[in-house]
């Protein structure tokens, strides 16, 4: 089955600074990706998802790229704020099946 | 409220009981999943169903059940066999098979607590 690794675990950055957290997928023939952004004790939310026929997608200071030979995919924060702070997960998914998260990063942005 | 409700929020179990927690969705989605998430991990698949009276076991289903009668509902039962249920419980839903790849919405979430 598949197999996503997330790294770093945990990443603390100061305000204004950019994050970037990274997974790596072992399925090959997954082809959706979302980022869920979980503040505590919330439900997780999209923030923002690519599909395997694209390599980047941007959304104000959020962006996603992916390598599909590489088998991974990133998630970018710029211009953080302290609002950016919580978990982030990624998962990885084929077609309408079910999806497999990674553990997740805690993000802390110091004012 | 995103379409997805889970009840309780918060549930107390004494041990050697088995619990039901609610699932029901009003976004017309075919596929439901429930997910545990304990503190610092990820979220890992209990169960999940892509159609109506169908259902499959995802990563960590013993000890639990699950039943799919309608399209809007996906209950979860914690059997006494789970050894270590005290977690915090997610039920989520997407659009099915046949359809462009979706998020997944996720309900607020049950506490779970063994007494």
């Known amino acids: 089955g598949e197999n996503v690794e997330q790294h770093p675990s945990t990443l603390s950055v100061q305000e204004g600074d950019s994050a970037v957290i990274k997974c790596t997928y072992s399925?090959?023939?997954?082809?959706?990706f979302p980022w869920y952004k979980q503040e505590l004790g919330k439900r997780p939310q999209l923030i923002i998802d690519i599909r395997s026929n694209v390599g980047e997608k941007k959304d104000q200071r959020i962006a996603v790229t992916l390598n599909k030979t590489a088998k991974h995919f990133s998630l970018h924060i710029t211009e953080t704020q302290p609002e950016d702070s919580a978990v982030y997960f990624c998962?990885?998914?084929?077609?309408?099946?079910?999806?497999?998260f990674g553990d997740g990063t805690t993000l802390t942005v110091k004012p | 409220d995103g379409g997805i409700t889970q009840s309780p929020k918060y549930l107390f179990r004494k041990e050697g009981q088995n619990v039901t927690l609610s699932c029901e969705q009003n976004l017309n989605h075919d596929a439901m999943y429930w997910y545990r998430q304990d503190p610092g991990q990820g979220l890992r698949l209990i169960y999940y169903s892509q159609i109506v009276n169908d259902f499959q076991k995802g990563d960590i289903a013993e000890g639990y059940s699950v039943s799919r009668e309608k399209k809007e509902s996906f209950p979860l039962t914690v059997t006494s066999a789970q050894k270590n249920p005290t977690a915090f419980y997610l039920c989520a839903s997407s659009r099915g098979q046949g359809v462009q790849n979706t998020e997944a919405f996720f309900g607020q979430g049950t506490r779970l607590t063994v007494v």
């Open positions: 998962a990885a998914r084929l077609n309408a099946g079910k999806s497999t």
């Open positions: 399925d090959s023939a997954s082809n959706y």
